[in-house]
């Protein structure tokens, strides 16, 4: 007699979740294998792909924590112009970029004022305050959100004077943005008011008691969970605790040279660590400090001596060797980058002709970018910035 076996529905079912499952898991390990055009392309062929490819776990798994940069937006001449330079300069592929599109309502106006794990925060007037709109862009999805600024009277923001995103994507696919401005209830001091951003919340609340600062609080490094902001003068730098909502000040900055002298300075993180870079044009020797994480002090992470760079870029000298035996130099530090290996560490710097990347460790360098057209003789092309960096990112804004 033949017999047959009964296979129960409960079985059916689980065998046929975990096919679903199965090719689910396949599809992410090949969607992390393609380029970020393909993956913009991809989102538009089925809802559960678009679902797969913008869920948090898969953004984690294409960006790691902590990602490094892997190029770099900078001001042009013409107003609210941005280059972009690429860090692979052996990269047989085009770069992403080779200017900056913003969105394109008030795109004359725009510029960047910091950039964070991946996402830009460009606002739309340039100065001690903030007069114009500010938005939350990603350039890697070409994405952006506008932000109701707090203290908006007739659709201008009152005597906002910084506006600093903490966006971490190992912790939370939301940012969060740190607005300070005048105080409302004491005169003279400043108030920070903290918003929480996603597509369902967009609050703003006031966070701690008013206080007096002699601070940059447009140039706010997000960084172990805070932002963080230099003195100005005299002034002491200090750092906010996203979390703990708490306002601290930081050590004092390792300065060798009078705060009111003519020097230029880097200040910056790059994969979960904090630098500062002091660069007086008589020095071709420095160092790049970096802060430690329980913010005990600042210590010597790397010694540059530049030597070897002016050798073979004679246009970064101007004049003759001063009295102390230092020349004088024309240049600028973009950025410092680390990497996954210490040796990986490097510097992006500007002569008047060219952009160089010098490796930290190895103290080896190479032209990353020249400049087209000339500049006037011992100036630089892009006086008095940063670069901001790239960091590839599929967040949603």
């Keep these: 007699m033949t017999s047959k076996i009964k296979i ?7 065998t046929s ?7 689910d898991d396949l599809l992410m390990q090949i969607f992390l294998c393609l380029p970020v055009k393909s993956l913009m392309c991809f989102k538009l062929v089925s809802k559960r792909w678009k679902s797969l490819i913008t869920s948090p776990d898969f953004r984690l798994l294409r960006n790691p924590d902590p990602s490094a940069a892997v190029g770099l937006f900078y001001p042009v001449r013409k107003r609210c112009e941005f280059e972009y330079i690429h860090f692979d300069f052996k990269a047989p592929i085009n770069p ?5 599109n913003f969105p394109e309502e008030d795109s004359e106006c725009f510029w960047i004022s910091q950039s964070c794990n991946g996402l830009l925060v460009c606002c739309g007037s340039k100065g001690y305050m903030y007069k114009g709109s500010c938005y939350v862009y990603n350039p890697t999805t070409n994405c952006s959100t506008k932000l109701p600024l707090p203290g908006v009277m007739n659709g201008v923001p009152e005597n906002v004077y910084g506006v600093n995103l903490a966006f971490d994507p190992a912790k939370s696919p939301l940012y969060k943005v740190v607005c300070v401005r005048d105080s409302e209830f004491a005169h003279g001091l400043f108030q920070i008011e903290i918003g929480i951003y996603s597509s369902e919340t967009r609050t703003w609340q006031f966070c701690g008691e008013p206080f007096a600062a002699m601070v940059n609080f447009d140039k706010g490094v997000y960084w172990n969970g805070a932002i963080h902001w230099l003195g100005i003068g005299e002034g002491e730098s200090l750092y906010f605790n996203i979390d703990n909502q708490v306002l601290d000040k930081m050590p004092m900055l390792p300065l060798r040279y009078h705060r009111n002298s003519r020097s230029d300075y880097f200040f910056g993180q790059s994969c979960g660590h904090l630098h500062f870079i002091e660069t007086p044009c008589s020095t071709i020797q420095f160092d790049v400090y970096e802060m430690k994480r329980d913010y005990s002090e600042w210590f010597v992470k790397y010694q540059v001596n530049l030597t070897p760079v002016v050798a073979a870029n004679r246009e970064m000298i101007w004049g003759h060797i001063n009295p102390m035996g230092w020349y004088n130099l024309v240049f ?9 290996h210490e040796e990986d560490a490097f510097l992006v710097l500007q002569s008047p002709k060219k952009i160089i990347r010098y490796n930290l460790v190895r103290k080896t360098f190479e ?6 057209d000339e500049v006037v003789r011992a100036s630089l092309r892009y006086p008095g910035t940063s670069g901001f960096e790239y960091i590839k990112s599929l967040c949603c804004v």
């Excluded at 979740?17 to 090719?23: G, H, K, P, Q, R």
């Excluded at 600028?332 to 996954?340: D, Q």
């Excluded at 032209?367 to 087209?372: A, D, G, W």
């Design 332 to 340: 600028s530090v973009f950025t410092v980058v680390r990497g996954e």
């Design 96 to 100: 992403p970029f080779r200017k900056l």
């Design 367 to 372: 032209s990353l970018s020249k400049f087209e």
């Design 8 to 14: 129960p529905r409960k079985t059916k079912l689980a």
């Design 17 to 23: 979740a975990e096919v679903v499952n199965s090719i």
